[in-house]
């Protein structure tokens, strides 16, 4: 089968700025677009952000103006990147925490603004939009758990304008960069047949791929072997790489992969999944979403998965 979706990206992915790592280090340049009226900031409070809702919702991005009495020292900004410019760099957007405040004092700041968790916004906010709060909201969430340093315990203060934290302590000094964990989410195939899962936690109907977490010293390939295997007791072969999806929920890359079912025999581990079962092709398209059986939303790389599959698209 042909024809597989080459696309730019997955929804979350397509940071529409230029994330401009060699400025990180200029400290005056930095502190002349924090100070700079044209500058952006994209507010986050406690892993969520503001929604101007309307005929076209679209996330709040605040000119410091607007923001006037809340970028103090509490306030941490980090650099996300430039806006293109004609040989120069353009507009700076920064992001910031602003999990000290009251919600409603960012909603005072934004007319017509709700607060929303990413989840709800990639529903309805256009593609751009969505990656940034994505970027922004992996950095806050890494700082917010990082104000430690894991060698020795003594404080880490923010460097590299957010892109990385320094532990305080003259003694030690280890530098600590933004998490992401790694994890592959797999669609097993045979023949005409798929196999989705379901945990008990997930929403009434919610089916989806399978997937789990690199280990240490494990190939991405090893790995949807091994998961795939533990979870289901179905052993594969012919894991073909399909595209990848940074998936802030809350920090993590998922890598996503087909692969072809050597055995048929479920065995599911049920501290894993509540159940899994095979299911045709046909089955699947005629299937409308209900509390009875639904497929991922669309914004995840497992519905992607599985679109791709039904229509007959392979990676080669």
């Known amino acids: 089968m042909t024809g597989l979706t080459r ?4 929804v979350l992915a397509g940071m529409p700025l230029d994330r401009a790592a060699h400025l990180r280090m200029d400290a005056a340049w930095l502190a002349a677009r924090l100070d700079d009226p044209s500058t952006r900031f994209l507010a986050i409070w406690r892993q969520n952000a503001v929604v101007r809702l309307g005929p076209e919702p679209r996330a709040v991005i605040h000119y410091r103006e607007t923001l006037d009495g809340l970028l103090d020292a509490r306030a941490e900004a980090s650099l996300l990147g ?42 309805i906010v256009p593609g751009t939009d969505a990656a940034l709060v994505a970027y922004a909201r992996g950095l806050t969430y890494w700082h917010r758990r990082h104000r430690f340093c894991g060698a020795c315990g003594a404080p880490a203060a923010p460097l590299e304008a957010g892109h990385q934290r320094r532990c305080t302590n003259k003694d030690c000094g280890a530098v600590h960069f933004p998490r992401t964990d790694t994890a592959v989410i797999t669609l097993v195939h045979a023949g005409d047949e798929c196999l989705l899962c379901r945990q ?23 790995c949807v072997a091994r998961e795939i295997e533990e979870e289901s007791g179905i052993r594969v072969g012919d894991v073909r790489y399909h595209s990848s999806q940074p998936w802030p929920f809350p920090g993590t890359l998922m890598v996503g992969f087909m692969a072809q079912a050597l055995s048929r025999e479920i065995a599911v581990d049920e501290t894993e999944l509540e159940y899994a079962h095979w299911y045709e092709r046909r089955e699947l398209l005629g299937r409308r979403d209900s509390d009875a059986f639904r497929l991922p939303g669309r914004y995840s790389i497992s519905r992607r998965l599985i679109e791709d599959w039904l229509a007959g698209r392979i990676p080669p």
Do not use: C, K, Y
């Open 200 to 222: 008990s936690r997930w929403p009434p109907g919610m089916h989806s791929t399978l997937a789990g977490f690199l280990e240490p010293g494990e190939s991405l390939e090893e």
């Open 7 to 10: 696309i730019h990206g997955n």
């Open 82 to 123: 430039v806006e293109d410019g004609d040989g120069e760099p353009g507009a700076a957007h920064f992001v910031v925490d602003f999990s000290h405040v009251e919600a409603e004092t960012l909603l005072a700041r934004s007319p017509g603004g709700e607060m929303m968790d990413l989840r709800e916004m990639v529903q």
